[in-house]
């Protein structure tokens, strides 16, 4: 076997250890991403809740304001009523009381619905904050058992990669980029033994002269349907 191959093939079952260590915790940032969106999610639906409770709560008050001014304008009209020297201003008094009134009696309609609508929006508040609490909670959760699992992990972890460093020294930088290419894209199998003149990587056959240079043992030969690098087991 060429010895760069017999190299990566060495080097292939280090990194296919490291691949079975690592493959909960590289799933952990995902799934962290996707947690993290609902709860951003239901703290986004909090928060728009109360920012429409507090809108009414301000819109009640200020038609409470607006009723309190006409009952203090038609105090004052009342007062005219008995100052007014003739019958057509006590009629246009009279007339313009009621108008006010007819006003004020509308704006306290709509302050009442409103104050009814913010009791609902209350509740509805409530609940929203429970559900976005209860998420929060969850994702803590999530994230200190995501920190332990990869912190127990860590040891294991580094001491393999530093097994691999010094495995790979000797071996020429663009093979080694190729090979780390090809593990990547060919399902942690990027050296593939050849059986009976098949690549066990795609289970194409293999020509003559590949074969043949195989056994040489003096060239690194690749499978010419899926690129894998090859060896010939003993
Ligand atoms: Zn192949």
Same mark, same amino acid.
């Given at each position: 076997?060429?010895?760069? +191959?017999?190299?990566?093939?060495?080097?292939?079952? /280090? =990194?296919?250890?490291?691949?079975?260590?690592?493959? *909960?915790? *590289?799933?952990?940032?995902?799934?962290?991403?996707?947690?993290?969106?609902?709860?951003?999610?239901?703290?986004?639906?909090?928060?728009?809740?109360?920012?429409?409770?507090?809108?009414? =709560?301000?819109?009640?008050?200020?038609?409470?304001?607006? +009723?309190?001014?006409? *009952?203090? #304008?038609?105090?004052?009209?009342?007062?005219?009523?008995?100052? +007014?020297?003739?019958?057509?201003?006590?009629?246009?008094?009279?007339?313009?009381?009621?108008?006010?009134?007819?006003?004020?009696?509308?704006?306290?309609?709509?302050?009442?619905?409103?104050?009814?609508?913010?009791?609902?929006?209350?509740?509805? +508040?409530?609940?929203?904050?429970?559900?976005?609490? $209860?998420?929060?909670?969850?994702? #803590? $959760?999530?994230?200190? #058992?995501?920190?332990?699992?990869?912190?127990?992990?860590? $040891?294991?972890? $580094?001491? /393999?990669?530093?097994?691999?460093?010094?495995?790979? #020294?000797?071996?020429?930088?663009?093979?080694?980029?190729?090979?780390?290419?090809?593990?990547?894209?060919?399902?942690?199998?990027?050296?593939?033994?050849? =059986?009976?003149?098949?690549?066990?990587?795609?289970?194409?056959?293999?020509?003559?002269?590949?074969?043949?240079?195989?056994?040489?043992?003096?060239?690194?030969?690749?499978?010419?349907?899926?690129?894998?690098?090859?060896?010939?087991?003993?």
């Amino acid at each position: 076997m060429h010895p760069h +191959v017999k190299k990566l093939l060495e080097l292939q079952k /280090v =990194d296919q250890e490291i691949s079975s260590l690592t493959k *909960d915790i *590289d799933s952990l940032p995902a799934e962290e991403a996707k947690r993290r969106k609902r709860l951003d999610e239901l703290e986004r639906i909090a928060a728009e809740k109360r920012a429409r409770m507090t809108k009414a =709560d301000l819109d009640s008050r200020a038609l409470d304001k607006a +009723v309190m001014g006409s *009952d203090e #304008e038609i105090k004052k009209l009342n007062e005219r009523l008995n100052m +007014v020297r003739n019958n057509a201003e006590y009629q246009a008094t009279l007339f313009q009381i009621e108008a006010v009134r007819k006003d004020r009696d509308v704006t306290q309609e709509e302050c009442l619905k409103l104050l009814e609508s913010i009791e609902e929006l209350r509740k509805e +508040v409530a609940v929203a904050d429970e559900a976005a609490a $209860g998420e929060r909670k969850i994702f #803590e $959760g999530f994230l200190a #058992e995501a920190n332990k699992l990869r912190a127990s992990r860590a $040891g294991a972890v $580094g001491e /393999v990669r530093q097994r691999r460093k010094v495995m790979s #020294e000797g071996v020429p930088q663009d093979l080694l980029n190729e090979y780390e290419a090809l593990y990547k894209t060919r399902d942690r199998q990027a050296v593939s033994p050849v =059986d009976n003149n098949y690549c066990q990587g795609c289970y194409n056959k293999i020509t003559l002269n590949d074969t043949a240079r195989l056994m040489g043992g003096s060239s690194v030969v690749r499978c010419n349907s899926c690129e894998r690098i090859l060896y010939l087991p003993r």
